[in-house]
């Protein structure tokens, strides 16, 4: 994929910048920015060191006020850093005032995401979908570290006239190719909608939840398949569809993007086709990673998505995965996790949540279980949609 911002090298150093207002605690603020580590270093860039500021809110011209701006400033220049990110989204105008201070690139936390997302777009949709999310990203940051959009101005139908700020010009490049990327991603999107149809007779069960809770691991456990999967943050963006047998009853089984917090709204808004997926199925596997100290908010965020893109009505199988790692926190014996487990399943049970079931993916660990509670919901939406078939499931598309 062409370049449209800054170039950010693999192998870059960074400082991470985060402003901590009222309303989070330490240990968030601390969790929020090793995502953040966590994200830079999924893109190959390495983290030399944190900043914090405590503010009610960023402050509107620089982000960070005067006396820590200088100090960010004096650690860039005295360790020759590459690059600082933010944990929030920049403005236009904290971005060209921060450009006036700082000689290092710059990028926030919707940048970098998006960055990574267009690392890991491997199909022509998601690389589409990608590609527009940065010239919208772009669209109303535009200053002048951006000029070489000249260089692609042809093609484009854009000629500009005497005198006509530089700026307007490249405004003008990008909304036409945010038009083209969108032409381009409706007839894709037609394609996707069509296929999706010639699966309506088939039940179809999709795998949610936050970003690198081993949701593709699951996958390759449960349709013996071979999904990319990597202890990395956005492992998988485009959507991967298995068919899957339990106990003689068919269904499609779909591995789809990571959810995270803050996931950029442009990115949401691109990948609403892609995420069709999720709409469409009837029930949902919602892993999470219980050995996160966040796993609760986790929830929240994957629950807030979901309900962003209308998915939800379905029924719904909570999955806590990495229960290996959960009993690692408890030096003694199984006998002190298994009333924590037990009181955490009643606590999410209720509402959509049909099943709650704890597995480690990694070592195969209540899988069957897992197999068993999927199967018979499967089962039941099954012999929904065929209900002469009682006795004997018919194998589709076999």
Same mark, same amino acid.
């Given at each position: 994929?062409?370049?449209?911002?800054?170039?950010?090298?693999?192998?870059?150093?960074?400082?991470?910048?985060?402003?901590?207002?009222?309303?989070?605690?330490?240990?968030?603020?601390?969790?929020?920015?090793?995502?953040?580590?966590?994200?830079?270093?999924?893109?190959?860039?390495?983290?030399?060191?944190?900043?914090?500021?405590?503010?009610?809110?960023?402050?509107?011209?620089?982000?960070?006020?005067?006396?820590?701006?200088?100090?960010?400033?004096?650690?860039?220049?005295?360790?020759?850093?590459?690059?600082?990110?933010?944990?929030?989204?920049?403005?236009?105008?904290?971005?060209?005032?921060? &450009? /006036? !201070? *700082?000689?290092?690139?710059?990028?926030?936390?919707?940048?970098? =995401?998006?960055?990574?997302?267009?690392?890991? $777009? @491997?199909?022509?949709?998601?690389?589409?979908?990608?590609?527009?999310?940065?010239?919208?990203?772009?669209?109303?940051?535009?200053?002048?570290?951006?000029?070489?959009?000249?260089?692609?101005?042809?093609?484009?139908?854009?000629?500009?006239?005497?005198? &006509? /700020? !530089? *700026?307007?010009?490249?405004?003008?490049?990008?909304?036409?190719? =945010?038009?083209?990327?969108?032409?381009?991603? $409706? @007839?894709?999107?037609?394609?996707?909608?069509?296929?999706?149809?010639?699966?309506?007779?088939?039940?179809?069960?999709?795998?949610?939840?936050?970003?690198?809770?081993?949701?593709?691991?699951?996958?390759?456990?449960?349709?013996?398949?071979?999904?990319?999967?990597?202890?990395?943050?956005?492992?998988?963006?485009?959507?991967?569809?298995?068919?899957?047998?339990?106990?003689?009853?068919?269904?499609?089984?779909?591995?789809?993007?990571?959810?995270?917090?803050?996931?950029?709204?442009?990115?949401?808004?691109?990948?609403?086709?892609?995420?069709?997926?999720?709409?469409?199925?009837?029930?949902?596997?919602?892993?999470?990673?219980?050995?996160?100290?966040?796993?609760?908010?986790?929830?929240?965020?994957?629950?807030?998505?979901?309900?962003?893109?209308?998915?939800?009505?379905?029924?719904?199988?909570?999955?806590?995965?990495?229960?290996?790692?959960?009993?690692?926190?408890?030096?003694?014996?199984?006998?002190?996790?298994?009333?924590?487990?037990?009181?955490?399943?009643?606590?999410?049970?209720?509402?959509?949540?049909?099943?709650?079931?704890?597995?480690?993916?990694?070592?195969?660990e209540n899988i069957e279980q897992l197999k068993e509670t999927l199967g018979e919901l499967a089962a039941a939406r099954y012999y929904e949609i065929y209900p002469n078939h009682l006795q004997k499931p018919h194998f589709l598309g076999e």
């Amino acid at each position: 994929m062409r370049e449209l911002i800054p170039t950010i090298e693999k192998q870059d150093t960074a400082v991470l910048v985060a402003v901590q207002t009222p309303t989070q605690t330490n240990e968030q603020t601390k969790e929020y920015l090793d995502e953040l580590t966590f994200l830079a270093s999924t893109y190959g860039i390495a983290t030399k060191h944190t900043f914090i500021q405590r503010l009610e809110t960023p402050h509107p011209k620089t982000f960070l006020r005067k006396g820590k701006l200088k100090e960010v400033l004096e650690y860039v220049r005295a360790h020759q850093v590459d690059c600082i990110i933010f944990d929030d989204d920049l403005t236009a105008s904290q971005v060209r005032n921060l &450009e /006036k !201070e *700082i000689k290092c690139k710059i990028l926030d936390r919707s940048l970098l =995401i998006i960055y990574i997302f267009a690392l890991r $777009a @491997k199909t022509a949709q998601a690389m589409t979908q990608v590609e527009l999310a940065q010239w919208q990203y772009l669209l109303p940051r535009l200053t002048r570290m951006w000029t070489h959009l000249e260089r692609q101005r042809g093609g484009t139908g854009t000629r500009s006239g005497a005198g &006509e /700020k !530089e *700026i307007e010009t490249d405004r003008r490049i990008i909304k036409d190719k =945010i038009t083209l990327l969108k032409q381009k991603l $409706a @007839k894709i999107d037609k394609q996707s909608v069509t296929r999706r149809k010639s699966r309506s007779n088939m039940v179809r069960v999709a795998l949610v939840g936050y970003t690198n809770v081993g949701k593709s691991t699951l996958m390759n456990l449960l349709s013996k398949s071979k999904v990319f999967a990597e202890d990395k943050l956005f492992a998988t963006v485009d959507s991967t569809v298995r068919k899957v047998t339990i106990n003689q009853i068919p269904f499609l089984l779909t591995d789809t993007v990571g959810f995270i917090r803050k996931l950029p709204t442009t990115l949401i808004e691109c990948f609403k086709s892609t995420l069709d997926e999720i709409r469409e199925a009837d029930i949902l596997l919602h892993v999470v990673d219980i050995s996160s100290a966040t796993f609760d908010e986790q929830i929240t965020v994957v629950n807030q998505t979901l309900s962003e893109i209308e998915a939800t009505d379905k029924e719904v199988i909570l999955v806590f995965n990495k229960v290996d790692l959960y009993r690692e926190k408890f030096k003694d014996t199984e006998t002190q996790v298994a009333p924590l487990l037990e009181d955490l399943k009643k606590s999410y049970l209720g509402n959509q949540v049909k099943e709650v079931v704890f597995v480690s993916a990694a070592e195969k660990e209540n899988i069957e279980q897992l197999k068993e509670t999927l199967g018979e919901l499967a089962a039941a939406r099954y012999y929904e949609i065929y209900p002469n078939h009682l006795q004997k499931p018919h194998f589709l598309g076999e």
